[in-house]
């Protein structure tokens, strides 16, 4: 039981600290406008993008949450990271930025599937 606490804590602390930097860059007018000009996603994408994952990484470390509602947090960034790796293999390839998406959500599955045990 411990054990899976602390899973869960060290992959939504992974998860917090992804999305802690992600978020900042899209508010980079310069580079983040750059590449969602060339996924072909408007502007406004980008901001309602920032915002709704700062409100999920707060619901991610903050204690007094419920693991079924962070289940729904995991469940919303593993459809956010599966959108980009589509978006970056459809416009690039299968290259790094697909294969850096798959790994963030290799990191995301791991607290997810231990919020089911308690």
Avoid at 4 to 11: A, L, Q, R, S
């Amino acid at each position: 039981m411990k054990n899976f606490k602390t899973m869960i804590w060290v992959g939504s602390w992974l998860l917090f600290a992804f999305n802690s930097i992600m978020p900042s860059s899209h508010f980079n007018p310069d580079l983040s406008k750059r590449d969602i000009r060339r996924m072909d996603y408007p502007d406004y994408f980008r901001i309602e993008l920032s915002v709704f994952k700062m409100l999920g990484r707060l619901l991610l470390i903050l204690p007094f949450i419920k693991p079924k509602y962070k289940k729904c947090v995991y469940v919303a960034f593993g459809i956010i990271v599966i959108s980009a790796a589509i978006a970056h293999w459809s416009v690039d390839g299968l290259g790094r930025e697909v294969a850096i998406t798959l790994i963030i959500l290799a990191v995301l599955l791991t607290p997810y599937f231990g919020c089911n045990k308690y």
